[in-house]
C-alpha cells in the first residue's frame, strides 16, 4: 500500500471497508434465528427494555429525557431489527425490517414479534407473513447500515441483551482505562486527567450502557489509543485513520453524537504534535476534519446507492425525503440548538478549573503556547459546526445532542492548560520547599 498514490490508496481502504461491513452484515443473517428468540425472550422476562426510556441512577426530570436517560427505545428497536433480519432474505442485511405496532413502545413491539410462531426452521417467518391480531406491520430502516444490529444480533447468539449492556460497560471501561495510562505515559499528564474530566462531564456512565451510544465512545477511544502508538504516523497516515473513523462512524452510529469521533481524536493529536507553526497547525487540524467528513459522507453514499441497486427500494429517495423533513426551517434552529446543549452541562465543575487555570496563565504564561492554544480553539468549534449542520435534530434530541460537547469541554481545558508554564511553577514550588527546610 506504501506505493500507492493517496486517492488510490484511500479507495482500497474504502472498499475494503465495504466489504467488511457487508460480511458482518452476511454473518449475522446466516445465525440462527432460535438462538436470537430465545436470549430476546430472557431478555424481556427479566424485565430489561420495558421501558422506553428509563432514567439511569438521577433523576434529573421525571418528565421528559434528560441528560441520565437511557435510550432504551432504540436498543430495543436494535434488538427488533435483530430479530427480522432473515424475514426479507438477504435483502434483509439492506432494508433492517423491524416489526411495528400502532401507538405501543418499544418493547411491546418485541413482544408481539415473539409471539409469532417460527416457521419449521426455527426463524422469523418471511415479511408477508409477520401478521398479528394487533395489527402489527413490517418497517424498513434501510437509511443506515446499522452496524450495531449486526453485532447485537451476532450477540444475542450466545447472550441476553442484559449480558451484552454488560460487555459494553467492562468493554469501554478498560479501553478508557487504557486510554488514560497511555494518554500519561506517553503524552502528557494534562491531556490524561482532561479526557476523563471532559466525559464525566457528559455522564459518560450512560453511554457505556447502550448499544445506541456506546459504539461512538468506543471508536473514538480505539482511534485515541492508535494515535497514542502511532505517533510518528505521516500526514497522509493521520488522514486516512480519520477517514477510517468517519466510515465506522457512519456504519455503527445512528446520528447520536457522530463528532464526538472526530473531536476527541483532534485533542489527542493537538497534545500528540504540539505544532509550534500556527499555520501548519491550524490546516493539519482542518484536514484532518475533512478526511474524517469525507469518510463520513462516503459510507452514507455506499449504504443508499448498494441497497438502491440490491433491493426494489430506492434509498436516495428515503433519504432526501427524511433529511428535508428533519432540515426543514433548520437554520431557525441553530441557536435553540446550541442554548438547549449548553444548559445541560453541569457548568460549575468546567468553570471551576477553567477559571483557575485561566488565573495561572495570567500570572505565569508560557511563552510560545498560543499556536498550540489556537489550534484547540478551532477543535473547539467541532461540536457547534456539527450544531449548525444538524440543528432541527440536535434540538430535538438535545439530551444526548449535547455530548457532542464533550469535544468543547475537552478543548477549552486543554487550550488553558498548553497556556500555563508549569515548569516555572514547579520551579517556585522547589524553591519554596528548599527555602522551608534550610
Not at 497514542?228 to 485513520?241: F, I, K, P, S
Not at 505544532?275 to 452514507?300: E, H, I, N, P
Not at 434530541?397 to 464533550?406: D, I, P, Q, T
Amino acid at each position: 500500500m506504501r506505493r500507492l498514490g493517496p486517492i488510490a490508496q484511500t479507495a482500497l481502504v474504502f472498499a475494503l471497508l465495504l466489504a467488511a461491513y457487508l460480511s458482518l452484515g452476511l454473518a449475522a443473517y446466516i445465525v440462527p434465528d432460535w438462538r436470537v428468540r430465545e436470549h430476546v425472550h430472557k431478555t424481556l422476562y427479566i424485565g430489561d427494555l420495558l421501558s422506553d426510556y428509563p432514567k439511569a441512577i438521577v433523576f434529573e426530570d421525571l418528565n421528559i429525557q434528560d441528560s441520565y436517560t437511557l435510550d432504551n427505545f432504540t436498543d430495543a428497536l436494535i434488538v427488533n431489527q435483530a430479530l427480522m433480519l432473515r424475514s426479507s432474505g438477504l435483502q434483509g442485511i439492506m432494508l433492517l425490517p423491524r416489526y411495528q405496532l400502532a401507538n405501543e413502545n418499544q418493547s411491546a413491539n418485541l413482544a408481539a414479534l415473539l409471539s409469532i410462531p417460527p416457521d419449521e426452521g426455527g426463524h422469523t417467518p418471511h415479511i408477508t407473513e409477520v401478521r398479528n391480531e394487533q395489527g402489527g406491520r413490517a418497517v424498513y430502516y434501510g437509511r443506515y447500515w446499522h452496524g450495531s444490529t449486526f453485532v447485537t444480533r451476532l450477540l444475542l447468539t450466545v447472550m441476553t441483551f442484559i449480558d451484552i449492556r454488560l460487555l459494553l460497560y467492562v468493554l469501554s471501561s478498560l479501553l478508557l482505562l487504557w486510554c488514560c495510562a497511555a494518554l500519561w505515559k506517553h503524552v502528557g499528564r494534562s491531556v490524561a486527567l482532561v479526557v476523563p474530566f471532559s466525559l464525566l462531564m457528559v455522564n459518560v456512565f450512560v453511554l457505556q450502557f447502550s448499544m445506541q451510544f456506546a459504539p461512538v465512545l468506543l471508536i473514538a477511544l480505539v482511534a485515541m489509543l492508535w494515535m497514542v502508538y502511532h505517533r510518528e504516523m505521516t500526514a497522509q497516515q493521520c488522514g486516512l485513520l480519520f477517514f477510517i473513523v468517519g466510515s465506522l462512524t457512519t456504519f455503527f452510529d445512528l446520528i447520536t453524537v457522530p463528532s464526538l469521533t472526530l473531536g476527541l481524536p483532534l485533542v489527542v493529536w493537538v497534545a500528540i504534535q504540539r505544532q509550534q507553526d500556527w499555520r501548519k497547525g491550524l490546516w493539519m487540524v482542518v484536514s484532518l476534519a475533512l478526511w474524517w467528513l469525507v469518510g463520513y459522507v462516503l459510507t452514507w453514499l455506499a449504504k443508499w446507492g448498494l441497497a438502491s441497486l440490491l433491493t426494489d427500494k430506492n434509498i436516495f429517495v428515503d433519504a432526501y425525503g427524511e433529511a428535508s423533513r428533519w432540515n426543514r426551517n433548520s437554520g431557525s434552529y441553530i441557536f435553540e440548538a446550541m442554548g438547549t446543549c449548553l444548559a445541560r452541562l453541569r457548568w460549575i465543575y468546567i468553570v471551576i478549573p477553567a477559571v483557575v487555570l485561566l488565573v495561572l496563565a495570567i500570572l505565569r504564561p508560557r511563552k510560545g503556547a498560543w499556536s498550540v492554544a489556537m489550534q484547540y480553539t478551532v477543535v473547539l468549534l467541532v461540536p457547534f459546526v456539527y450544531y449548525c449542520l444538524m440543528a432541527r435534530p440536535a434540538w430535538y434530541h438535545s439530551w444526548f445532542n449535547y455530548r457532542a460537547l464533550v469535544t468543547a469541554v475537552a478543548a477549552l481545558l486543554m487550550g488553558l492548560t498548553t497556556m500555563v508554564d508549569w515548569d516555572r511553577y514547579y520551579m517556585l514550588w522547589k524553591e519554596k520547599r528548599n527555602a522551608k527546610r534550610s
